[in-house]
């Protein structure tokens, strides 16, 4: 074997140790550091402490969740202080009408505090504001009050048959009424509140207004119609 074979044998061998040594390190590192990282129990150095011991709470647990500040109203809440009619009431027919009645607490139509005195309607009777009304009863009011408002919704007779809002009694009763009762709701009738807005709520008075007006035409505009 010459004296070249030779120093290249000689530095192949060395070579080869050399990366035995450096890989047996490199493993002894990579172990040393892939258990150091799966215990946090004794850190040796915390890079970032505040993440680290956080102090963070389990989902729907004790004291997870924050109480609002006192006073606190939801976005776009608009408050709406007849809960009842004078303090005493709410919309004559009501349940709790007939309870206070019972008691001798019986509020009347002209009172400063009656709904349909104090409430009155902020819209202008526009094609559009017709429009939206009808849009929100065919959404919230037909099922019950039926098309045209008589009562015949599609859920009767599974579910007790609501008021005509074409009696006498709806279509004498100024806004504030009807407005009290979509928001408030009345016997059977639950609370709108939350689903209809209360521009909605006055759009829909246009709508049912022109419903009545439909079913009770004035005797000129029988005569115009017959004319045509």
């Known amino acids: 074997m010459s004296l070249h074979s030779k ?23 990579v172990m040393t550091l892939g258990l150091s990282s799966c215990l946090h129990e004794e850190p040796t150095y915390v890079y970032m402490p505040d993440m680290v011991y956080q102090p963070s ?3 729907q647990s004790m004291g997870s969740m ?9 976005r776009d809440y608009v408050p709406y202080p007849y809960s009842n009619i004078n303090g005493q ?20 139509s002209s009172d400063a505090g009656y709904p349909g005195n104090a409430l ?11 429009k939206r009304g009808q849009t929100v ?3 919230y009011c037909i099922v019950c009050h039926g098309p045209n408002g008589l009562g015949d919704g599609y859920v009767v007779p599974r579910y007790p048959r609501p008021p005509s809002l074409q009696s006498d009694k709806v279509r004498n009763w100024p806004d504030g009424n009807i407005y009290h009762v979509i928001t408030m709701g009345q016997n059977v009738m639950p609370s709108y509140a939350s689903q209809i807005a209360p521009g909605d709520r006055w759009a829909v ?18 005569q115009e119609a017959e004319k045509e």
């Open 205 to 222: 008075i246009y709508y049912v207004r022109a419903l009545q007006h439909s079913q009770h035409p004035t005797a000129a505009e029988v």
């Open 89 to 108: 009431a709410p919309v004559p027919g009501s349940a709790q009408a007939k309870e206070n009645a019972e008691k001798g607490i019986v509020p009347s």
């Open 7 to 29: 120093i290249s044998a000689k530095t192949s061998t060395k070579t080869s140790a050399i990366l035995k040594v450096s890989l047996q390190i490199t493993s002894a590192v």
């Open 137 to 139: 009863f065919n959404t």
């Open 57 to 59: 709470m389990k989902a």
């Open 120 to 130: 009155k309607n902020p819209l202008r009777p526009t094609m559009a504001t017709l």
């Open 66 to 74: 924050l109480m609002p500040v006192k006073g606190t109203i939801p």
